[in-house]
């Protein structure tokens, strides 16, 4: 249980198009979600965290509006990399907290990831 | 957020257990001590997760120093599957009158090899 789907797993696209990257809950209702951005060689960067029919809150140094989150339903959390360039380029991975968590569920699953490359 | 500190790298042999350190001696008292791993292009998988008490699951075990300052994730059997980043990260509990998850802040982990 506890399931978040993200996809695509890999996208190639254009410098100054724009991508979209969907992370899903499949058995549960998922009220925070979060974003983040990985380099290679290097670890799990926060980029936002969103709260479903709220604001996200991007940590700092974040663009907002390059990196739109969009987190309207209680199943779907949307990250909007736009105009991208060729130094957007990385491994995005979302996170959803599990509600009504016991000490025995972990509180967070993770998607697969998505490999962006911009070229 | 309270800091964690690991070993850039450690190594095992097949079959053998492994004994993964983490120190966090700014830990506060709400802080519990989540562990994931990551194999490579893929998202963090959770591994365990304590607060006070040594945690076993089918996974590995979670030994907790007394004064919470430091904790050691136990594979008790290393396979080849069990080779990836490791992370020891702290999340805040829950505040008083209700639920309040903290974010989780990951540092740069462990990264262990298996040999065969």
Same mark, same amino acid.
């Given at each position: 249980?506890?399931?978040?789907?993200?996809?695509?797993?890999?996208?190639?696209? &254009?410098?100054?198009?724009?991508? &979209?990257?969907?992370?899903?809950?499949l058995d549960f209702q998922a009220t925070t979600m979060f974003w983040y951005r990985q380099f290679p060689k290097q670890s799990l960067m926060l980029m936002a965290t969103s709260n479903?029919?709220? &604001?996200?809150?991007?940590?700092?140094?974040?663009e907002k509006d390059k990196f739109l989150i969009n987190h309207a339903s209680l199943t779907l959390s949307t990250l909007t990399v736009t105009s991208a360039h060729p130094e957007d380029s990385s491994f995005y991975i979302c996170s959803a907290r599990i509600p009504d968590t016991g000490? $025995?569920?972990?509180?967070? $699953?993770?998607?697969?990831? $998505?490999r962006l490359t911009v070229v | 957020? =309270?800091?964690?500190?690991?070993?850039?790298?450690? /190594?095992?042999?097949? /079959?053998?257990?492994?004994?993964?350190?983490?120190?966090?001696?700014?830990?506060?008292? *709400?802080?519990? @001590?989540?562990? #994931?791993? %990551?194999? +490579?292009? %893929?998202? +963090?998988?959770?591994? @365990?997760?304590?607060?006070?008490?040594?945690?076993?699951?089918?996974? =590995?075990?979670?030994a907790i120093a007394e004064d919470r300052k430091s904790s050691t994730l136990i594979l008790h059997r290393a396979t080849l599957r069990d080779a990836a980043v490791y992370y020891? @990260?702290?999340?805040?509990? =829950?505040? =008083?009158?209700?639920?309040? #998850?903290?974010?989780?802040?990951?540092?740069?982990? *462990?990264i262990l090899t298996v040999h065969p």
């Open positions: 249980g506890a399931v978040v789907s993200q996809h695509p797993s890999r996208v190639i696209c &254009k410098s100054g198009t724009s991508v &979209k990257i969907e992370c899903r809950s479903e029919g709220s &604001k996200a809150t991007y940590e700092q140094g974040v000490f $025995t569920r972990p509180g967070y $699953t993770f998607g697969s990831g $998505t | 957020d =309270a800091k964690t500190t690991q070993p850039n790298s450690m /190594e095992s042999n097949e /079959e053998e257990p492994v004994h993964l350190p983490c120190n966090h001696s700014t830990i506060s008292g *709400t802080d519990y @001590i989540h562990w #994931y791993r %990551q194999l +490579p292009s %893929q998202g +963090p998988e959770y591994v @365990i997760h304590g607060l006070t008490s040594n945690v076993n699951n089918r996974m =590995a075990s979670l020891c @990260i702290l999340r805040r509990g =829950a505040n =008083a009158g209700g639920t309040s #998850y903290g974010k989780l802040t990951f540092g740069q982990g *462990t």
